[in-house]
């Protein structure tokens, strides 16, 4: 099958920074389509960066010039560059994935999600 492991949350200062990464693995044909959902507690998940195979990326307005999406060059793991971290940014952020398993037909998409990494930013 496929697992998505996430790595890189922790405890930071507002105006500070951490890296998460997001690593694909297991029967895959290709990763498709990734992104960073992050929800704060009591509140609805919400979608902060995206990023297509071709490294198009999207990001909500809330962290635009603050965060950078990427994925490396198999596009099998995704990271997320936060920078200038404020308070209001602490929440579980979660990897999503689309993927095309191997052996099977690749019109169909399997979405696979991540366990969630806990980022809190202190003020």
């Known amino acids: 099958q496929v697992q998505l492991v996430e790595s890189g949350g922790g405890l930071v200062q507002a105006g500070g920074s951490l890296r998460l990464s997001c690593a694909a693995s297991?029967?895959?044909?290709?990763?498709?389509?990734m992104g960073w959902y992050r929800q704060a507690q009591g509140k609805e998940r919400e979608l902060a960066a995206s990023?297509?195979?071709?490294?198009?990326?999207n990001y909500a307005d809330s962290v635009k010039g603050r965060f950078t999406i990427s994925r490396d060059s198999a596009g099998n793991t995704m990271y997320l560059e936060m920078n200038s971290l404020k308070p209001e940014d602490t929440a579980v952020y979660y990897c999503?994935?689309?993927?095309?398993?191997?052996?099977?037909?690749?019109?169909?998409?399997?979405?696979?999600w991540g366990q969630g990494t806990q980022v809190t930013v202190s003020s």
């Open positions: 999503r994935a689309e993927v095309i398993r191997a052996r099977a037909s690749t019109s169909v998409r399997y979405i696979y």
């Open positions: 297991g029967s895959i044909f290709s990763t498709e389509a």
């Open positions: 990023i297509t195979r071709d490294g198009r990326a």
